[in-house]
């Protein structure tokens, strides 16, 4: 089975995230329907549900549901803070194009 994994920065600004808001939580990333490719990453802070995968490193915890695990196996999240904003950004190998914004990718 493929993995989905955490750089050091994502799962830091997870523990952080999850410390502050919601002790016990994790950060559900999902893939949609939707965006201008077809597909468009989510993120929530929730807490783990039967058939999730649960992925930890560093006291950070990240829960996917199957059918989005499907489109992110083999992915790595990592976070960055940069001049145009903070954001969780996903190295996706599966995705084929993505737009503009790189919120959005296709696997066609």
């Not at 489109?71 to 904003?85: F, T």
């Amino acid at each position: 089975m493929e993995t989905f994994r955490l750089t050091a920065r994502a799962a830091a600004r997870i523990a952080e995230i999850i410390t502050a808001q919601q002790a016990g939580a994790a950060l559900r990333v999902a893939v949609l329907a939707g965006g201008c490719s077809g597909f468009q990453y989510k993120f929530d802070l929730d807490q783990p549900a039967a058939g999730d995968v649960v992925i930890e490193r560093d006291g950070a915890r990240v829960v996917i549901d199957p059918s989005s695990f499907d489109l992110l196996a083999g992915s790595e999240l990592d976070y960055a803070d940069e001049l145009m904003g903070a954001y969780f950004a996903v190295r996706n190998p599966q995705a084929k194009s993505s737009c503009g914004c790189g919120t959005s990718f296709s696997v066609d």
